[in-house]
T-cell receptor
Framework: GQQLNQSPQSMFIQEGEDVSMNCTSSSIFNTWLWYKQDPGEGPVLLIALYKAGELTSNGRLTAQFGITRKDSFLNISASIPSDVGIYFCAGQLKPSGTYKYIFGTGTRLKVLA | SQTIHQWPATLVQPVGSPLSLECTVEGTSNPNLYWYRQAAGRGLQLLFYSVGIGQISSEVPQNLSASRPQDRQFILSSKKLLLSDSGFYLC????????????FGSGTRLTVV
């Protein structure tokens, strides 16, 4: 099935560093979501974005809905060891009854203490 | 509040054996239900979704089937497992007509040996 392109695929960072990751598509999306998956668990929603240009924060996390509506960015400031996990973006092409979302390929984050 | 339950958490099954994974949602009615599979270190692949009792849509041809015998129950099955069926299976739900993303269950780790 269709998936969004996420980059980087994986990254090792030092504790305290800021992290940036992005998600791109050739299609225009109406909604962008960011999820985090801890090892052995299901993904948990971090941030939802609904308007082009929208910038939303959740604690140390900040995400933006790209102006072109074809991309989104997630930033994590001052990373800590519990930020380890896989981060997924998800987008919705257009409103539909099921609101099916397309997921990105994931960015695996590892934080070195 | 709404909760989603998946079981079992882990399962080791021999090739050729049957499979039944169950997912139930509490605290809501008429949810949209989804089954995803995640191969090791990979992204999320949508397998099936359901918008109502007995209504199943398949996203990819495969060795698996899904059923929704009750409003808040979603079952993933196979008559004969293949090695390639190994993976992390996630159930998810959302409410009809809402754009708040999915809520995922905690997943089932299936190993076919």
């Amino acid at each position: 099935g269709q998936q969004l392109n996420q980059s980087p695929q994986s990254m090792f960072i030092q504790e305290g560093e800021d992290v940036s990751m992005n998600c791109t598509s050739s299609s225009i999306f109406n909604t962008w979501l960011w999820y985090k998956q801890d090892p052995g668990e299901g993904p948990v929603l971090l941030i939802a974005l609904y308007k082009a240009g929208e910038l939303t924060s959740n604690g140390r996390l900040t995400a933006q809905f790209g102006i072109t509506r074809k991309d989104s960015f997630l930033n994590i400031s001052a990373s800590i060891p519990s930020d380890v996990g896989i981060y997924f973006c998800a987008g919705q092409l257009k409103p539909s009854g099921t609101y099916k979302y397309i997921f990105g390929t994931g960015t695996r984050l590892k934080v070195l203490a | 509040s709404q909760t989603i339950h998946q079981w079992p958490a882990t399962l080791v099954q021999p090739v050729g054996s049957p499979l039944s994974l169950e997912c139930t949602v509490e605290g809501t009615s008429n949810p949209n239900l989804y089954w995803y599979r995640q191969a090791a270190g990979r992204g999320l692949q949508l397998l099936f979704y359901s918008v109502g009792i007995g209504q199943i849509s398949s996203e990819v041809p495969q060795n698996l089937s899904a059923s929704r015998p009750q409003d808040r129950q979603f079952i993933l099955s196979s008559k004969k497992l293949l090695l390639s069926d190994s993976g992390f299976y996630l159930c998810a739900w959302n409410s009809v007509g809402t754009d708040y993303g999915y809520t995922f269950g905690s997943g089932t780790r299936l190993t076919v040996v």
